[in-house]
């Protein structure tokens, strides 16, 4: 055989880079196996799931065309639908959730990490995990019940003196000059949606960032400490630098986990089928919320109505979820601590 | 009644004979050999939740007594007709029937085999909450063109001229009024809105094309529009527990009369045609339904529905006119997973609502069905299935309104409406619904269930717009017999608002606030940048803090840990070496 021109030879033996075998032996080749098709499976469902509403929610979207995402009426069976109402509907409950979970989640996971007291720590640990376990119809009824009465004065005082300066507190039809002016118009709203949504999603926010922080390496804490910083010093020095991806991770799962919320909105929630961006004024809606509302009654184009709101959320949420994820993931490599 | 459990061995019997014939050659008697369910299975149902609390008693109840299990999933009339037809469910319960007429979306009728049976009468009432003067309205009357128009949003605040012409004894504030409507597919709305385009269709009309509606036909979704004051609930448990909320003054809604019982809410008396005001109790729903059409046709496909249009103007003084009735639909094939099983337990739970659990309904806040629709209802229970229904005909059947001479007896004994009822300047001070509880002597201390609150003279009520309002000013009076009445005299309040020196008071807080967070911080920063400034003078800050840390200490005695014999704070117990 004549070696090839291009690559010195040296007794007979090229210097190209040789070709690296691994013998796979039996326990190694199943435990690939497996692993390997689990995942394959995950994503094969997930595929199919997308598959799934596209298919069922093709008819719904070639009838309506543009006008899906523009329309904000809901009325399959006149072909008035779309899902701008809804849609924005959904992002006001996620954004009003997130923006209560953040701190709540983030000062529990520090507290946790950093500051509770080591034998108190797994009961807390514990404790916010379980809270994620409450299934959502407990904090739904919790929400209606419990919460919607009692939120409704601070809403009437948001709407009272800050809802003149900052748009999204103003709420039409409320005259504080009115003695007498019903409550109501700050009930069922998406304010009080998204705080009941932020305590569902908080859990998995602070134990994310808890694992994260949790991760902050040892060396860099000591190092910190001995340089003289205090404890918060140090926290703020190392603990949060590293842990920001985690933050930020936690949070757009949050935030993907309040987008597909669907009990405990649907409980409170007065249906409007218009763009509410006044989230302290009664009404607003959610995709998964219209679901849950509708399914059951639905007629078959209606379904396929259902369906493609359904694509849509399932799309949205895929990739703020991925985009999690890979946040989550580069900050846990380190790379991002600095 | 027979046991079931002999029941079940009757059905074993009966399916050894049948074995029997096809084992051996000998010829049993001929019968009309039905093949009957052998074992109760469970059955599952779902729909309507204005019959849902009758319903669920008697599902209760015969798990109690006879251990037949049977689900019922309360999610609205258009889901339960929805899934029945998907054969999703065993059974369905809804207050209108498929394709019904004048509807405004198709709902076509099921690809399977299904018939109707009435299961409980009962009155579409009006649950409001309002309050005068920190006393609950008990006795609010409305016409029928006040609640279409309240409903359609006409009337929005609860002292328009039309509501007081009607409560000439009260004296109503400017509270707004807030209609609970359901946000899912209901067959309560479906009654509403059929009565609503029945009576005052220029009304519902306009509303509904104001709503973006292209069909204005009788809707089982309530259409609202978007910024108005409504509010949108699924469920009649939730808009029933959406006005019997404290904040939810002003907010009426309208659910079966057994939801406002259970919440111990008044109901509005609605004003029928003879010109009286009537609340819906199981015997004027008795009297209004003896005036309902009621298709007779055993080969009709709505066979037992009924055309309740003449209700609405049934001269009959103590006629409730949004009085209707619900039905189960049950399946007449084994088709899908229904079994002969199933259709065992189900002919005997309609057996059984349909007799022994009519005695329940007006403690439930229902109306017993009348004999005509019981005797029809045992006919189409028949048709089920692998059913054995033990009541075949109405001798066996223990119902209240059944009389010796077939008329309806509850119907019969129906009491006329008080004179204070009929529609005039005077006006009944008893409560109604679920706080219609006795006038108590010498209790006048709780607002539910001792008589009605009455309202100031009628000419009292002044003018409560801009932006005053009006409570009123209670002060009980004692009446003969010791039932008490609260009159209500207008006061007028100023406005409360947005005053400069709680906007004053408002910045300061939060200037505490502020400053109780931000303060501490920057003193003690100040203060150790002073220490360590002061010896050598006037060398800039930054130089002498060059790692900028807040926390950088005053310089002070090192503390030295000597052992305690040699500090004056030693113990004085303490074992010592040299003592």
Known sequence: ?338 | MTNPGMRGVRAAIALALVASVGLGPAVAQASPARAVGIVYQPIEGAGSTWSANALQQWVRNVFDNYRWKISYNDQGSSAGRQLFAQGTTDFGVSEIPYALANSDSPDPRPARQFAYIPIVAGGTAFMYNLVIGGQRVTNLRLSGETVAKIFTGVITKWNDPAIAADNPKLALPATTIVPVVRSDGSGTTAQLTAWMRAQHPAIWNAYCAKAGRSNCGITSNYPVIPGSAFLAQQGSNQVASTVAKNSSVGAITYVEASYAINARFPVAKLLNAAGFYTEPTASNVAVSLLSAVINNDPNSQEYLTANLSPVYNSKDPRVYPLSSYSYIIVPTAIEGNFTLDKGLTLADFVSYFLCEGQQQAEVLGYSPLPINLVQGGLEQAQLIPGGDPQNKNVSTCNNPTFSPDGTNKLANEAPQPQACDKKGPDQCLTGTGGASGTPTVGSGTTNLGTGGTGGGESGEDGDNSDGLGSVGDGETVGLGGGSKIVTGTPLTLDSRGIEPHVLVLMILATLVALSAVLLPPIIARRRAALALAAPVGSIPRAATQPRGSPYTRRPSMPKIHLPARFTKFGRATAPGEDS
């Open chain 1, 1 to 338: 055989m004549e070696p090839r021109t291009d690559r010195i030879v040296i007794d007979g033996v090229s210097d190209g880079p040789r070709t690296l075998s691994s013998v796979v032996d039996r326990p190694d080749a199943v435990f690939r196996w497996i692993a390997r098709s689990g995942g394959t499976i995950v994503v094969t469902v997930m595929t199919l799931v997308g598959l799934f509403l596209l298919i069922r929610g093709f008819e719904a979207i070639q009838f309506a065309g543009p006008a899906f995402v523009i329309e904000q009426a809901w009325d399959p069976n006149s072909g008035k639908f779309g899902i701008a109402a809804v849609f924005l509907g959904t992002v006001f409950i996620a954004l009003t959730a997130i923006f209560f979970a953040l701190p709540l989640s983030f000062g529990t996971a520090l507290y946790i990490s950093e500051y509770a007291p080591q034998r108190l720590k797994p009961f807390l640990i514990t404790t916010v995990d379980l809270m994620a376990a409450i299934p959502s119809i407990v904090y739904g009824l919790w929400g209606f019940f419990f919460l919607s009465p009692l939120i409704l004065p601070l809403s009437q005082w948001l709407a009272t003196y800050i809802g003149p300066w900052f748009p999204p507190f103003a709420v039409a039809g409320f005259d504080p000059n009115d003695p007498l002016a019903t409550p109501t118009i700050f009930s069922a709203s998406t304010f009080i949606a998204g705080i009941v949504v932020a305590l569902m999603v908080a859990p998995i926010t602070s134990s994310i960032m808890r694992e994260v922080f949790q991760q902050a390496p040892l060396g860099e804490r000591e190092g910190a400490l001995a340089l003289g910083a205090t404890k918060w010093g140090m926290i703020t020095s190392v603990v949060i630098p590293y842990g920001r991806g985690g933050i930020i991770g936690g949070t757009m799962l949050g935030l993907g986990r309040s987008l597909g919320e669907t009990i405990a909105v649907f409980l409170i929630i007065s249906p409007v089928f218009v763009i509410q961006p006044q989230i302290l004024e009664k009404g607003g809606n959610s995709i998964s919320a219209l679901i849950a509302l509708r399914y059951n009654e639905a007629s078959a184009f209606e379904i396929s109505a259902l369906m493609a709101a359904g694509l849509a959320l399932f799309i949205v949420t895929l990739i703020i979820n991925f985009g999690a994820s890979t946040i989550v993931a580069r900050s846990r490599s380190g790379s991002v601590g600095d």
